[in-house]
């Protein structure tokens, strides 16, 4: 029975080619994604075709008991969860706070720490009873610092990132290594940036600082990442990491 890898978030940007990365070195990758059965099925069908093991899963975060049903049933049909990756965004864009829903702001809560939270409620007591584990968590800039505009996003991620240390400070002394990963920057994925910029304006971006200027995180280069923290051994853990291209400014110099 292979281990697995269960990726919450799986579009074609980061999520999908941790997936693919962790398949290749012989993880059964169980990807979830809210929407566009078709897209998750080309990921699903290209990590086979590469020799791999994946299953796909439509999965809504926010409805109540999908999180903690889907790990149920992958724990009982398909093998024991030995990496969880946590990657849904939390971003609806700059808006002033008087443009800022009740709905949206909670939304954005449920996205960003509240369905982390539920996973780890489901996954925690499995590792535990195994003595091994590896959760790994996207973050964002909005983690370390908040911006005009982003009073939904920063609150979500300020809290995700409490959260993580939270669950590190519980589970580290019980063999699950959490980490916290901040994507510091753009990444080249047309499932997140590309649809919130818009085709064209994604195209224009990549060609002025994606491709040969590596101003753009690319997907496949930072699934290399995850499976290094995955494969840490515990003498040697890291909790906090932060990525970014080598052209852009840290964070703590904006």
């Known amino acids: 029975m292979k281990p697995v890898c269960l990726v919450i978030g799986a579009g074609a940007g980061i999520g999908g080619n941790v997936a693919r990365r962790f398949a290749q070195e012989g993880y059964h990758a169980c990807l979830c994604r809210r929407s566009d059965l078709d897209g998750l099925n080309r990921m699903v069908n290209a990590i ?29 049909d398909i093998g024991p969860i030995e990496v969880v990756v946590y990657n849904l965004g939390a971003q609806i864009g700059d808006r002033a706070l008087k443009d ?3 709905k949206a702001f909670e939304t954005g809560w449920r996205l960003g720490t509240f369905g982390l939270f539920r996973l780890a409620s489901a996954v ?10 590896t ?16 009073h939904s996003h920063a609150a979500a991620m300020g809290g995700r990132r409490m959260l993580c240390q939270t669950l590190n400070a519980e589970f580290a002394s019980k063999g699950i290594h959490v980490a916290h990963i ?5 990444v ?3 499932d997140t940036l590309g649809k919130m910029l818009g085709p064209e304006r994604f195209q224009q971006l990549r060609e002025t600082q ?27 853990w890291t909790f906090e990491i932060d990525l970014r291209a080598f052209s852009d400014r840290p964070w703590w110099n904006h």
């Open 188 to 190: 080249d994925a047309p």
């Open 135 to 150: 959760i790994l968590v996207t973050s964002a800039t909005a983690a370390m610092r908040g911006n005009g505009g982003q």
């Open 182 to 186: 901040v994507i510091d920057g753009a």
């Open 210 to 236: 994606g491709n040969e200027h590596d101003g753009l995180m690319l997907p496949t280069q930072i699934a290399e990442t995850y499976l290094h923290l995955a494969r840490q051994h515990r003498s040697t």
């Open 124 to 133: 925690c007591p499995l590792m535990e009873a195994r003595g091994k584990g």
């Open 48 to 76: 086979k075709n590469d020799g791999g093991s994946a299953t796909g899963f439509l999965l809504n975060a926010v409805e109540p008991n999908s999180i903690e049903e889907r790990v149920a049933a992958i724990e009982a």
């Open 100 to 102: 800022t829903s009740l």
